[in-house]
């Protein structure tokens, strides 16, 4: 069996120096090489050496989904710190007139899923229904003692005259 | 889960597989790799007694020979050892990221 192989994964030398896989002899030189990087992503050496032979791959799996969480929510924290820049920005400038105030930042975190988007969107209606609601009662308050009134003021010239 | 070989001989029962540390116990004791292709008949009773350093790493030798004289199918198993004990390295292999302009490529057997 040819002892060249060919690979993606990280290899170093003991000096920490980057080495071409395909130069490896044997593959006990393979293993050692790659052994730092397993060991960076949480692999232990017990499960490195001793342990199933195919868990390097899942390893890689999981390190990569690491990754991409952890790249989402960095990007998360930008936009959230991007919305505050902006909310404060009328501020920051100087020719600004005098009383400008911050834009109120976000009450809530952004929806990150459909359900919670669609939870968000439900409770901004039922909100926004009472909100309406009592405008229209108070409304019909003030409309109500107007024609009270009205009326009072009508009978008691009828009464008069 | 990994590639293993399971035998039941005189009412025991053994695991045989490769990890890391087996394969590199097998190549300090002398076992080179690619011998499997050019001699693999030589290299089959050193590759079998290989396959028992993992889990019966103390078990006597003469009862790894004694087992492999009653071993059937030979042709078959020099095939599924070779497999395994590539295992360990193959697991260290990644697959090419993107599915655009891989190769491919087909086998004659």
């Known amino acids: 069996m040819d002892g060249e192989l060919v690979s993606s994964s990280p290899s170093y030398e003991k000096e920490g120096e980057y080495k071409n896989s395909s130069s490896f002899v044997t593959y006990t030189e393979k293993f050692y090489a790659d052994f730092p990087y397993y060991l960076s992503i949480g692999m232990t050496y017990d499960l490195y050496w001793n342990g199933d032979a195919s868990l390097p791959i899942y390893y890689r799996k999981a390190d990569k989904m690491r990754n991409d969480r952890k790249n989402q929510e960095m990007w998360l924290q930008g936009a959230y710190i991007y919305d505050a820049l902006c909310c404060v920005s009328p501020i920051f400038n100087p020719l600004a007139p005098k009383g400008t105030k911050a834009i109120p930042y976000i009450s809530e975190p952004y929806a990150l899923t459909k359900e919670e988007a669609k939870d968000k969107k439900e409770k901004n209606e039922i909100k926004n229904d009472a909100k309406a609601l009592n405008f229209m009662e108070i409304f019909m308050i003030e409309n109500n003692k107007k024609f009270a009134k009205k009326n009072t003021e009508n009978t008691g010239g009828e009464n008069n005259g | ?109």
Not at chain 2, 66 to 81: A, D, S, T
């Open chain 2, 1 to 109: 889960m990994s590639k293993q070989l399971d035998i039941k001989y005189r009412d025991k029962e053994y695991k045989l597989e490769f990890t890391r540390k087996s394969v590199e116990i097998m190549e300090r004791q002398g076992f080179v790799a690619s011998d499997v292709d050019e001699k693999p008949m030589t290299v089959l009773p050193a590759l079998f007694a290989g396959a028992f350093i993992a889990n019966h790493r103390y078990i006597n030798s003469k009862l790894i020979e004694e087992i492999y004289e009653h071993m059937r199918n030979k042709k078959e198993l020099i095939g599924k050892l070779t497999e395994m004990y590539n295992e360990p390295i193959n697991a260290l292999l990644d697959e090419p990221e993107d599915e655009e302009g891989n190769a491919e490529w087909t086998a004659s057997w």
